[in-house]
């Protein structure tokens, strides 16, 4: 059974930082591509940053450039994302998320995924 667990969220003051995790547990796919979305109340979820597992490709949408970096250790099977310089903006539910069949770089900047992780808060204020 395939499961997204992340771990890591919080509260942190403006400007603080934080480091998600997201363990891929029983992972068989060789080639996926990972990542994690965001929710804020009352917002639609949006993509925030997703990596090959296979080479270094990264993308990272432009609300988070410069702030945010993720990374992943393939042989523990997870991701990571560290979140520096955070401001209220990026108060929400952050969803990792994998997508380990067919176009999966098409799949998951459109918003798709084949696997969902249960989501971790994240709040920024003072």
């Known amino acids: 059974q395939v499961q997204l667990v992340e771990s890591g969220g919080g509260l942190v003051q403006p400007g603080g930082s934080l480091k998600l995790s997201c363990a891929a547990i029983g992972f068989t796919a060789d080639y996926y591509v990972i990542g994690w979305f965001r929710q804020a109340p009352g917002k639609e979820r949006e993509g925030v940053s997703y990596i090959s597992s296979k080479d270094s490709t990264t993308y990272y949408f432009d609300s988070v450039k410069g702030r945010f970096t993720i990374s992943r250790d393939n042989v523990k099977n997870t991701v990571f994302l560290q979140m520096n310089d955070l401001t209220p903006d990026d108060t929400a539910i952050y969803y990792c998320?994998?997508?380990?069949?067919?176009?999966?770089?098409?799949?998951?900047?459109?918003?798709?995924?084949?696997?969902w992780g249960q989501g971790t808060q994240v709040t920024v204020s003072s």
């Open positions: 998320a994998a997508v380990v069949s067919g176009r999966r770089w098409t799949r998951i900047l459109s918003g798709e995924s084949d696997y």
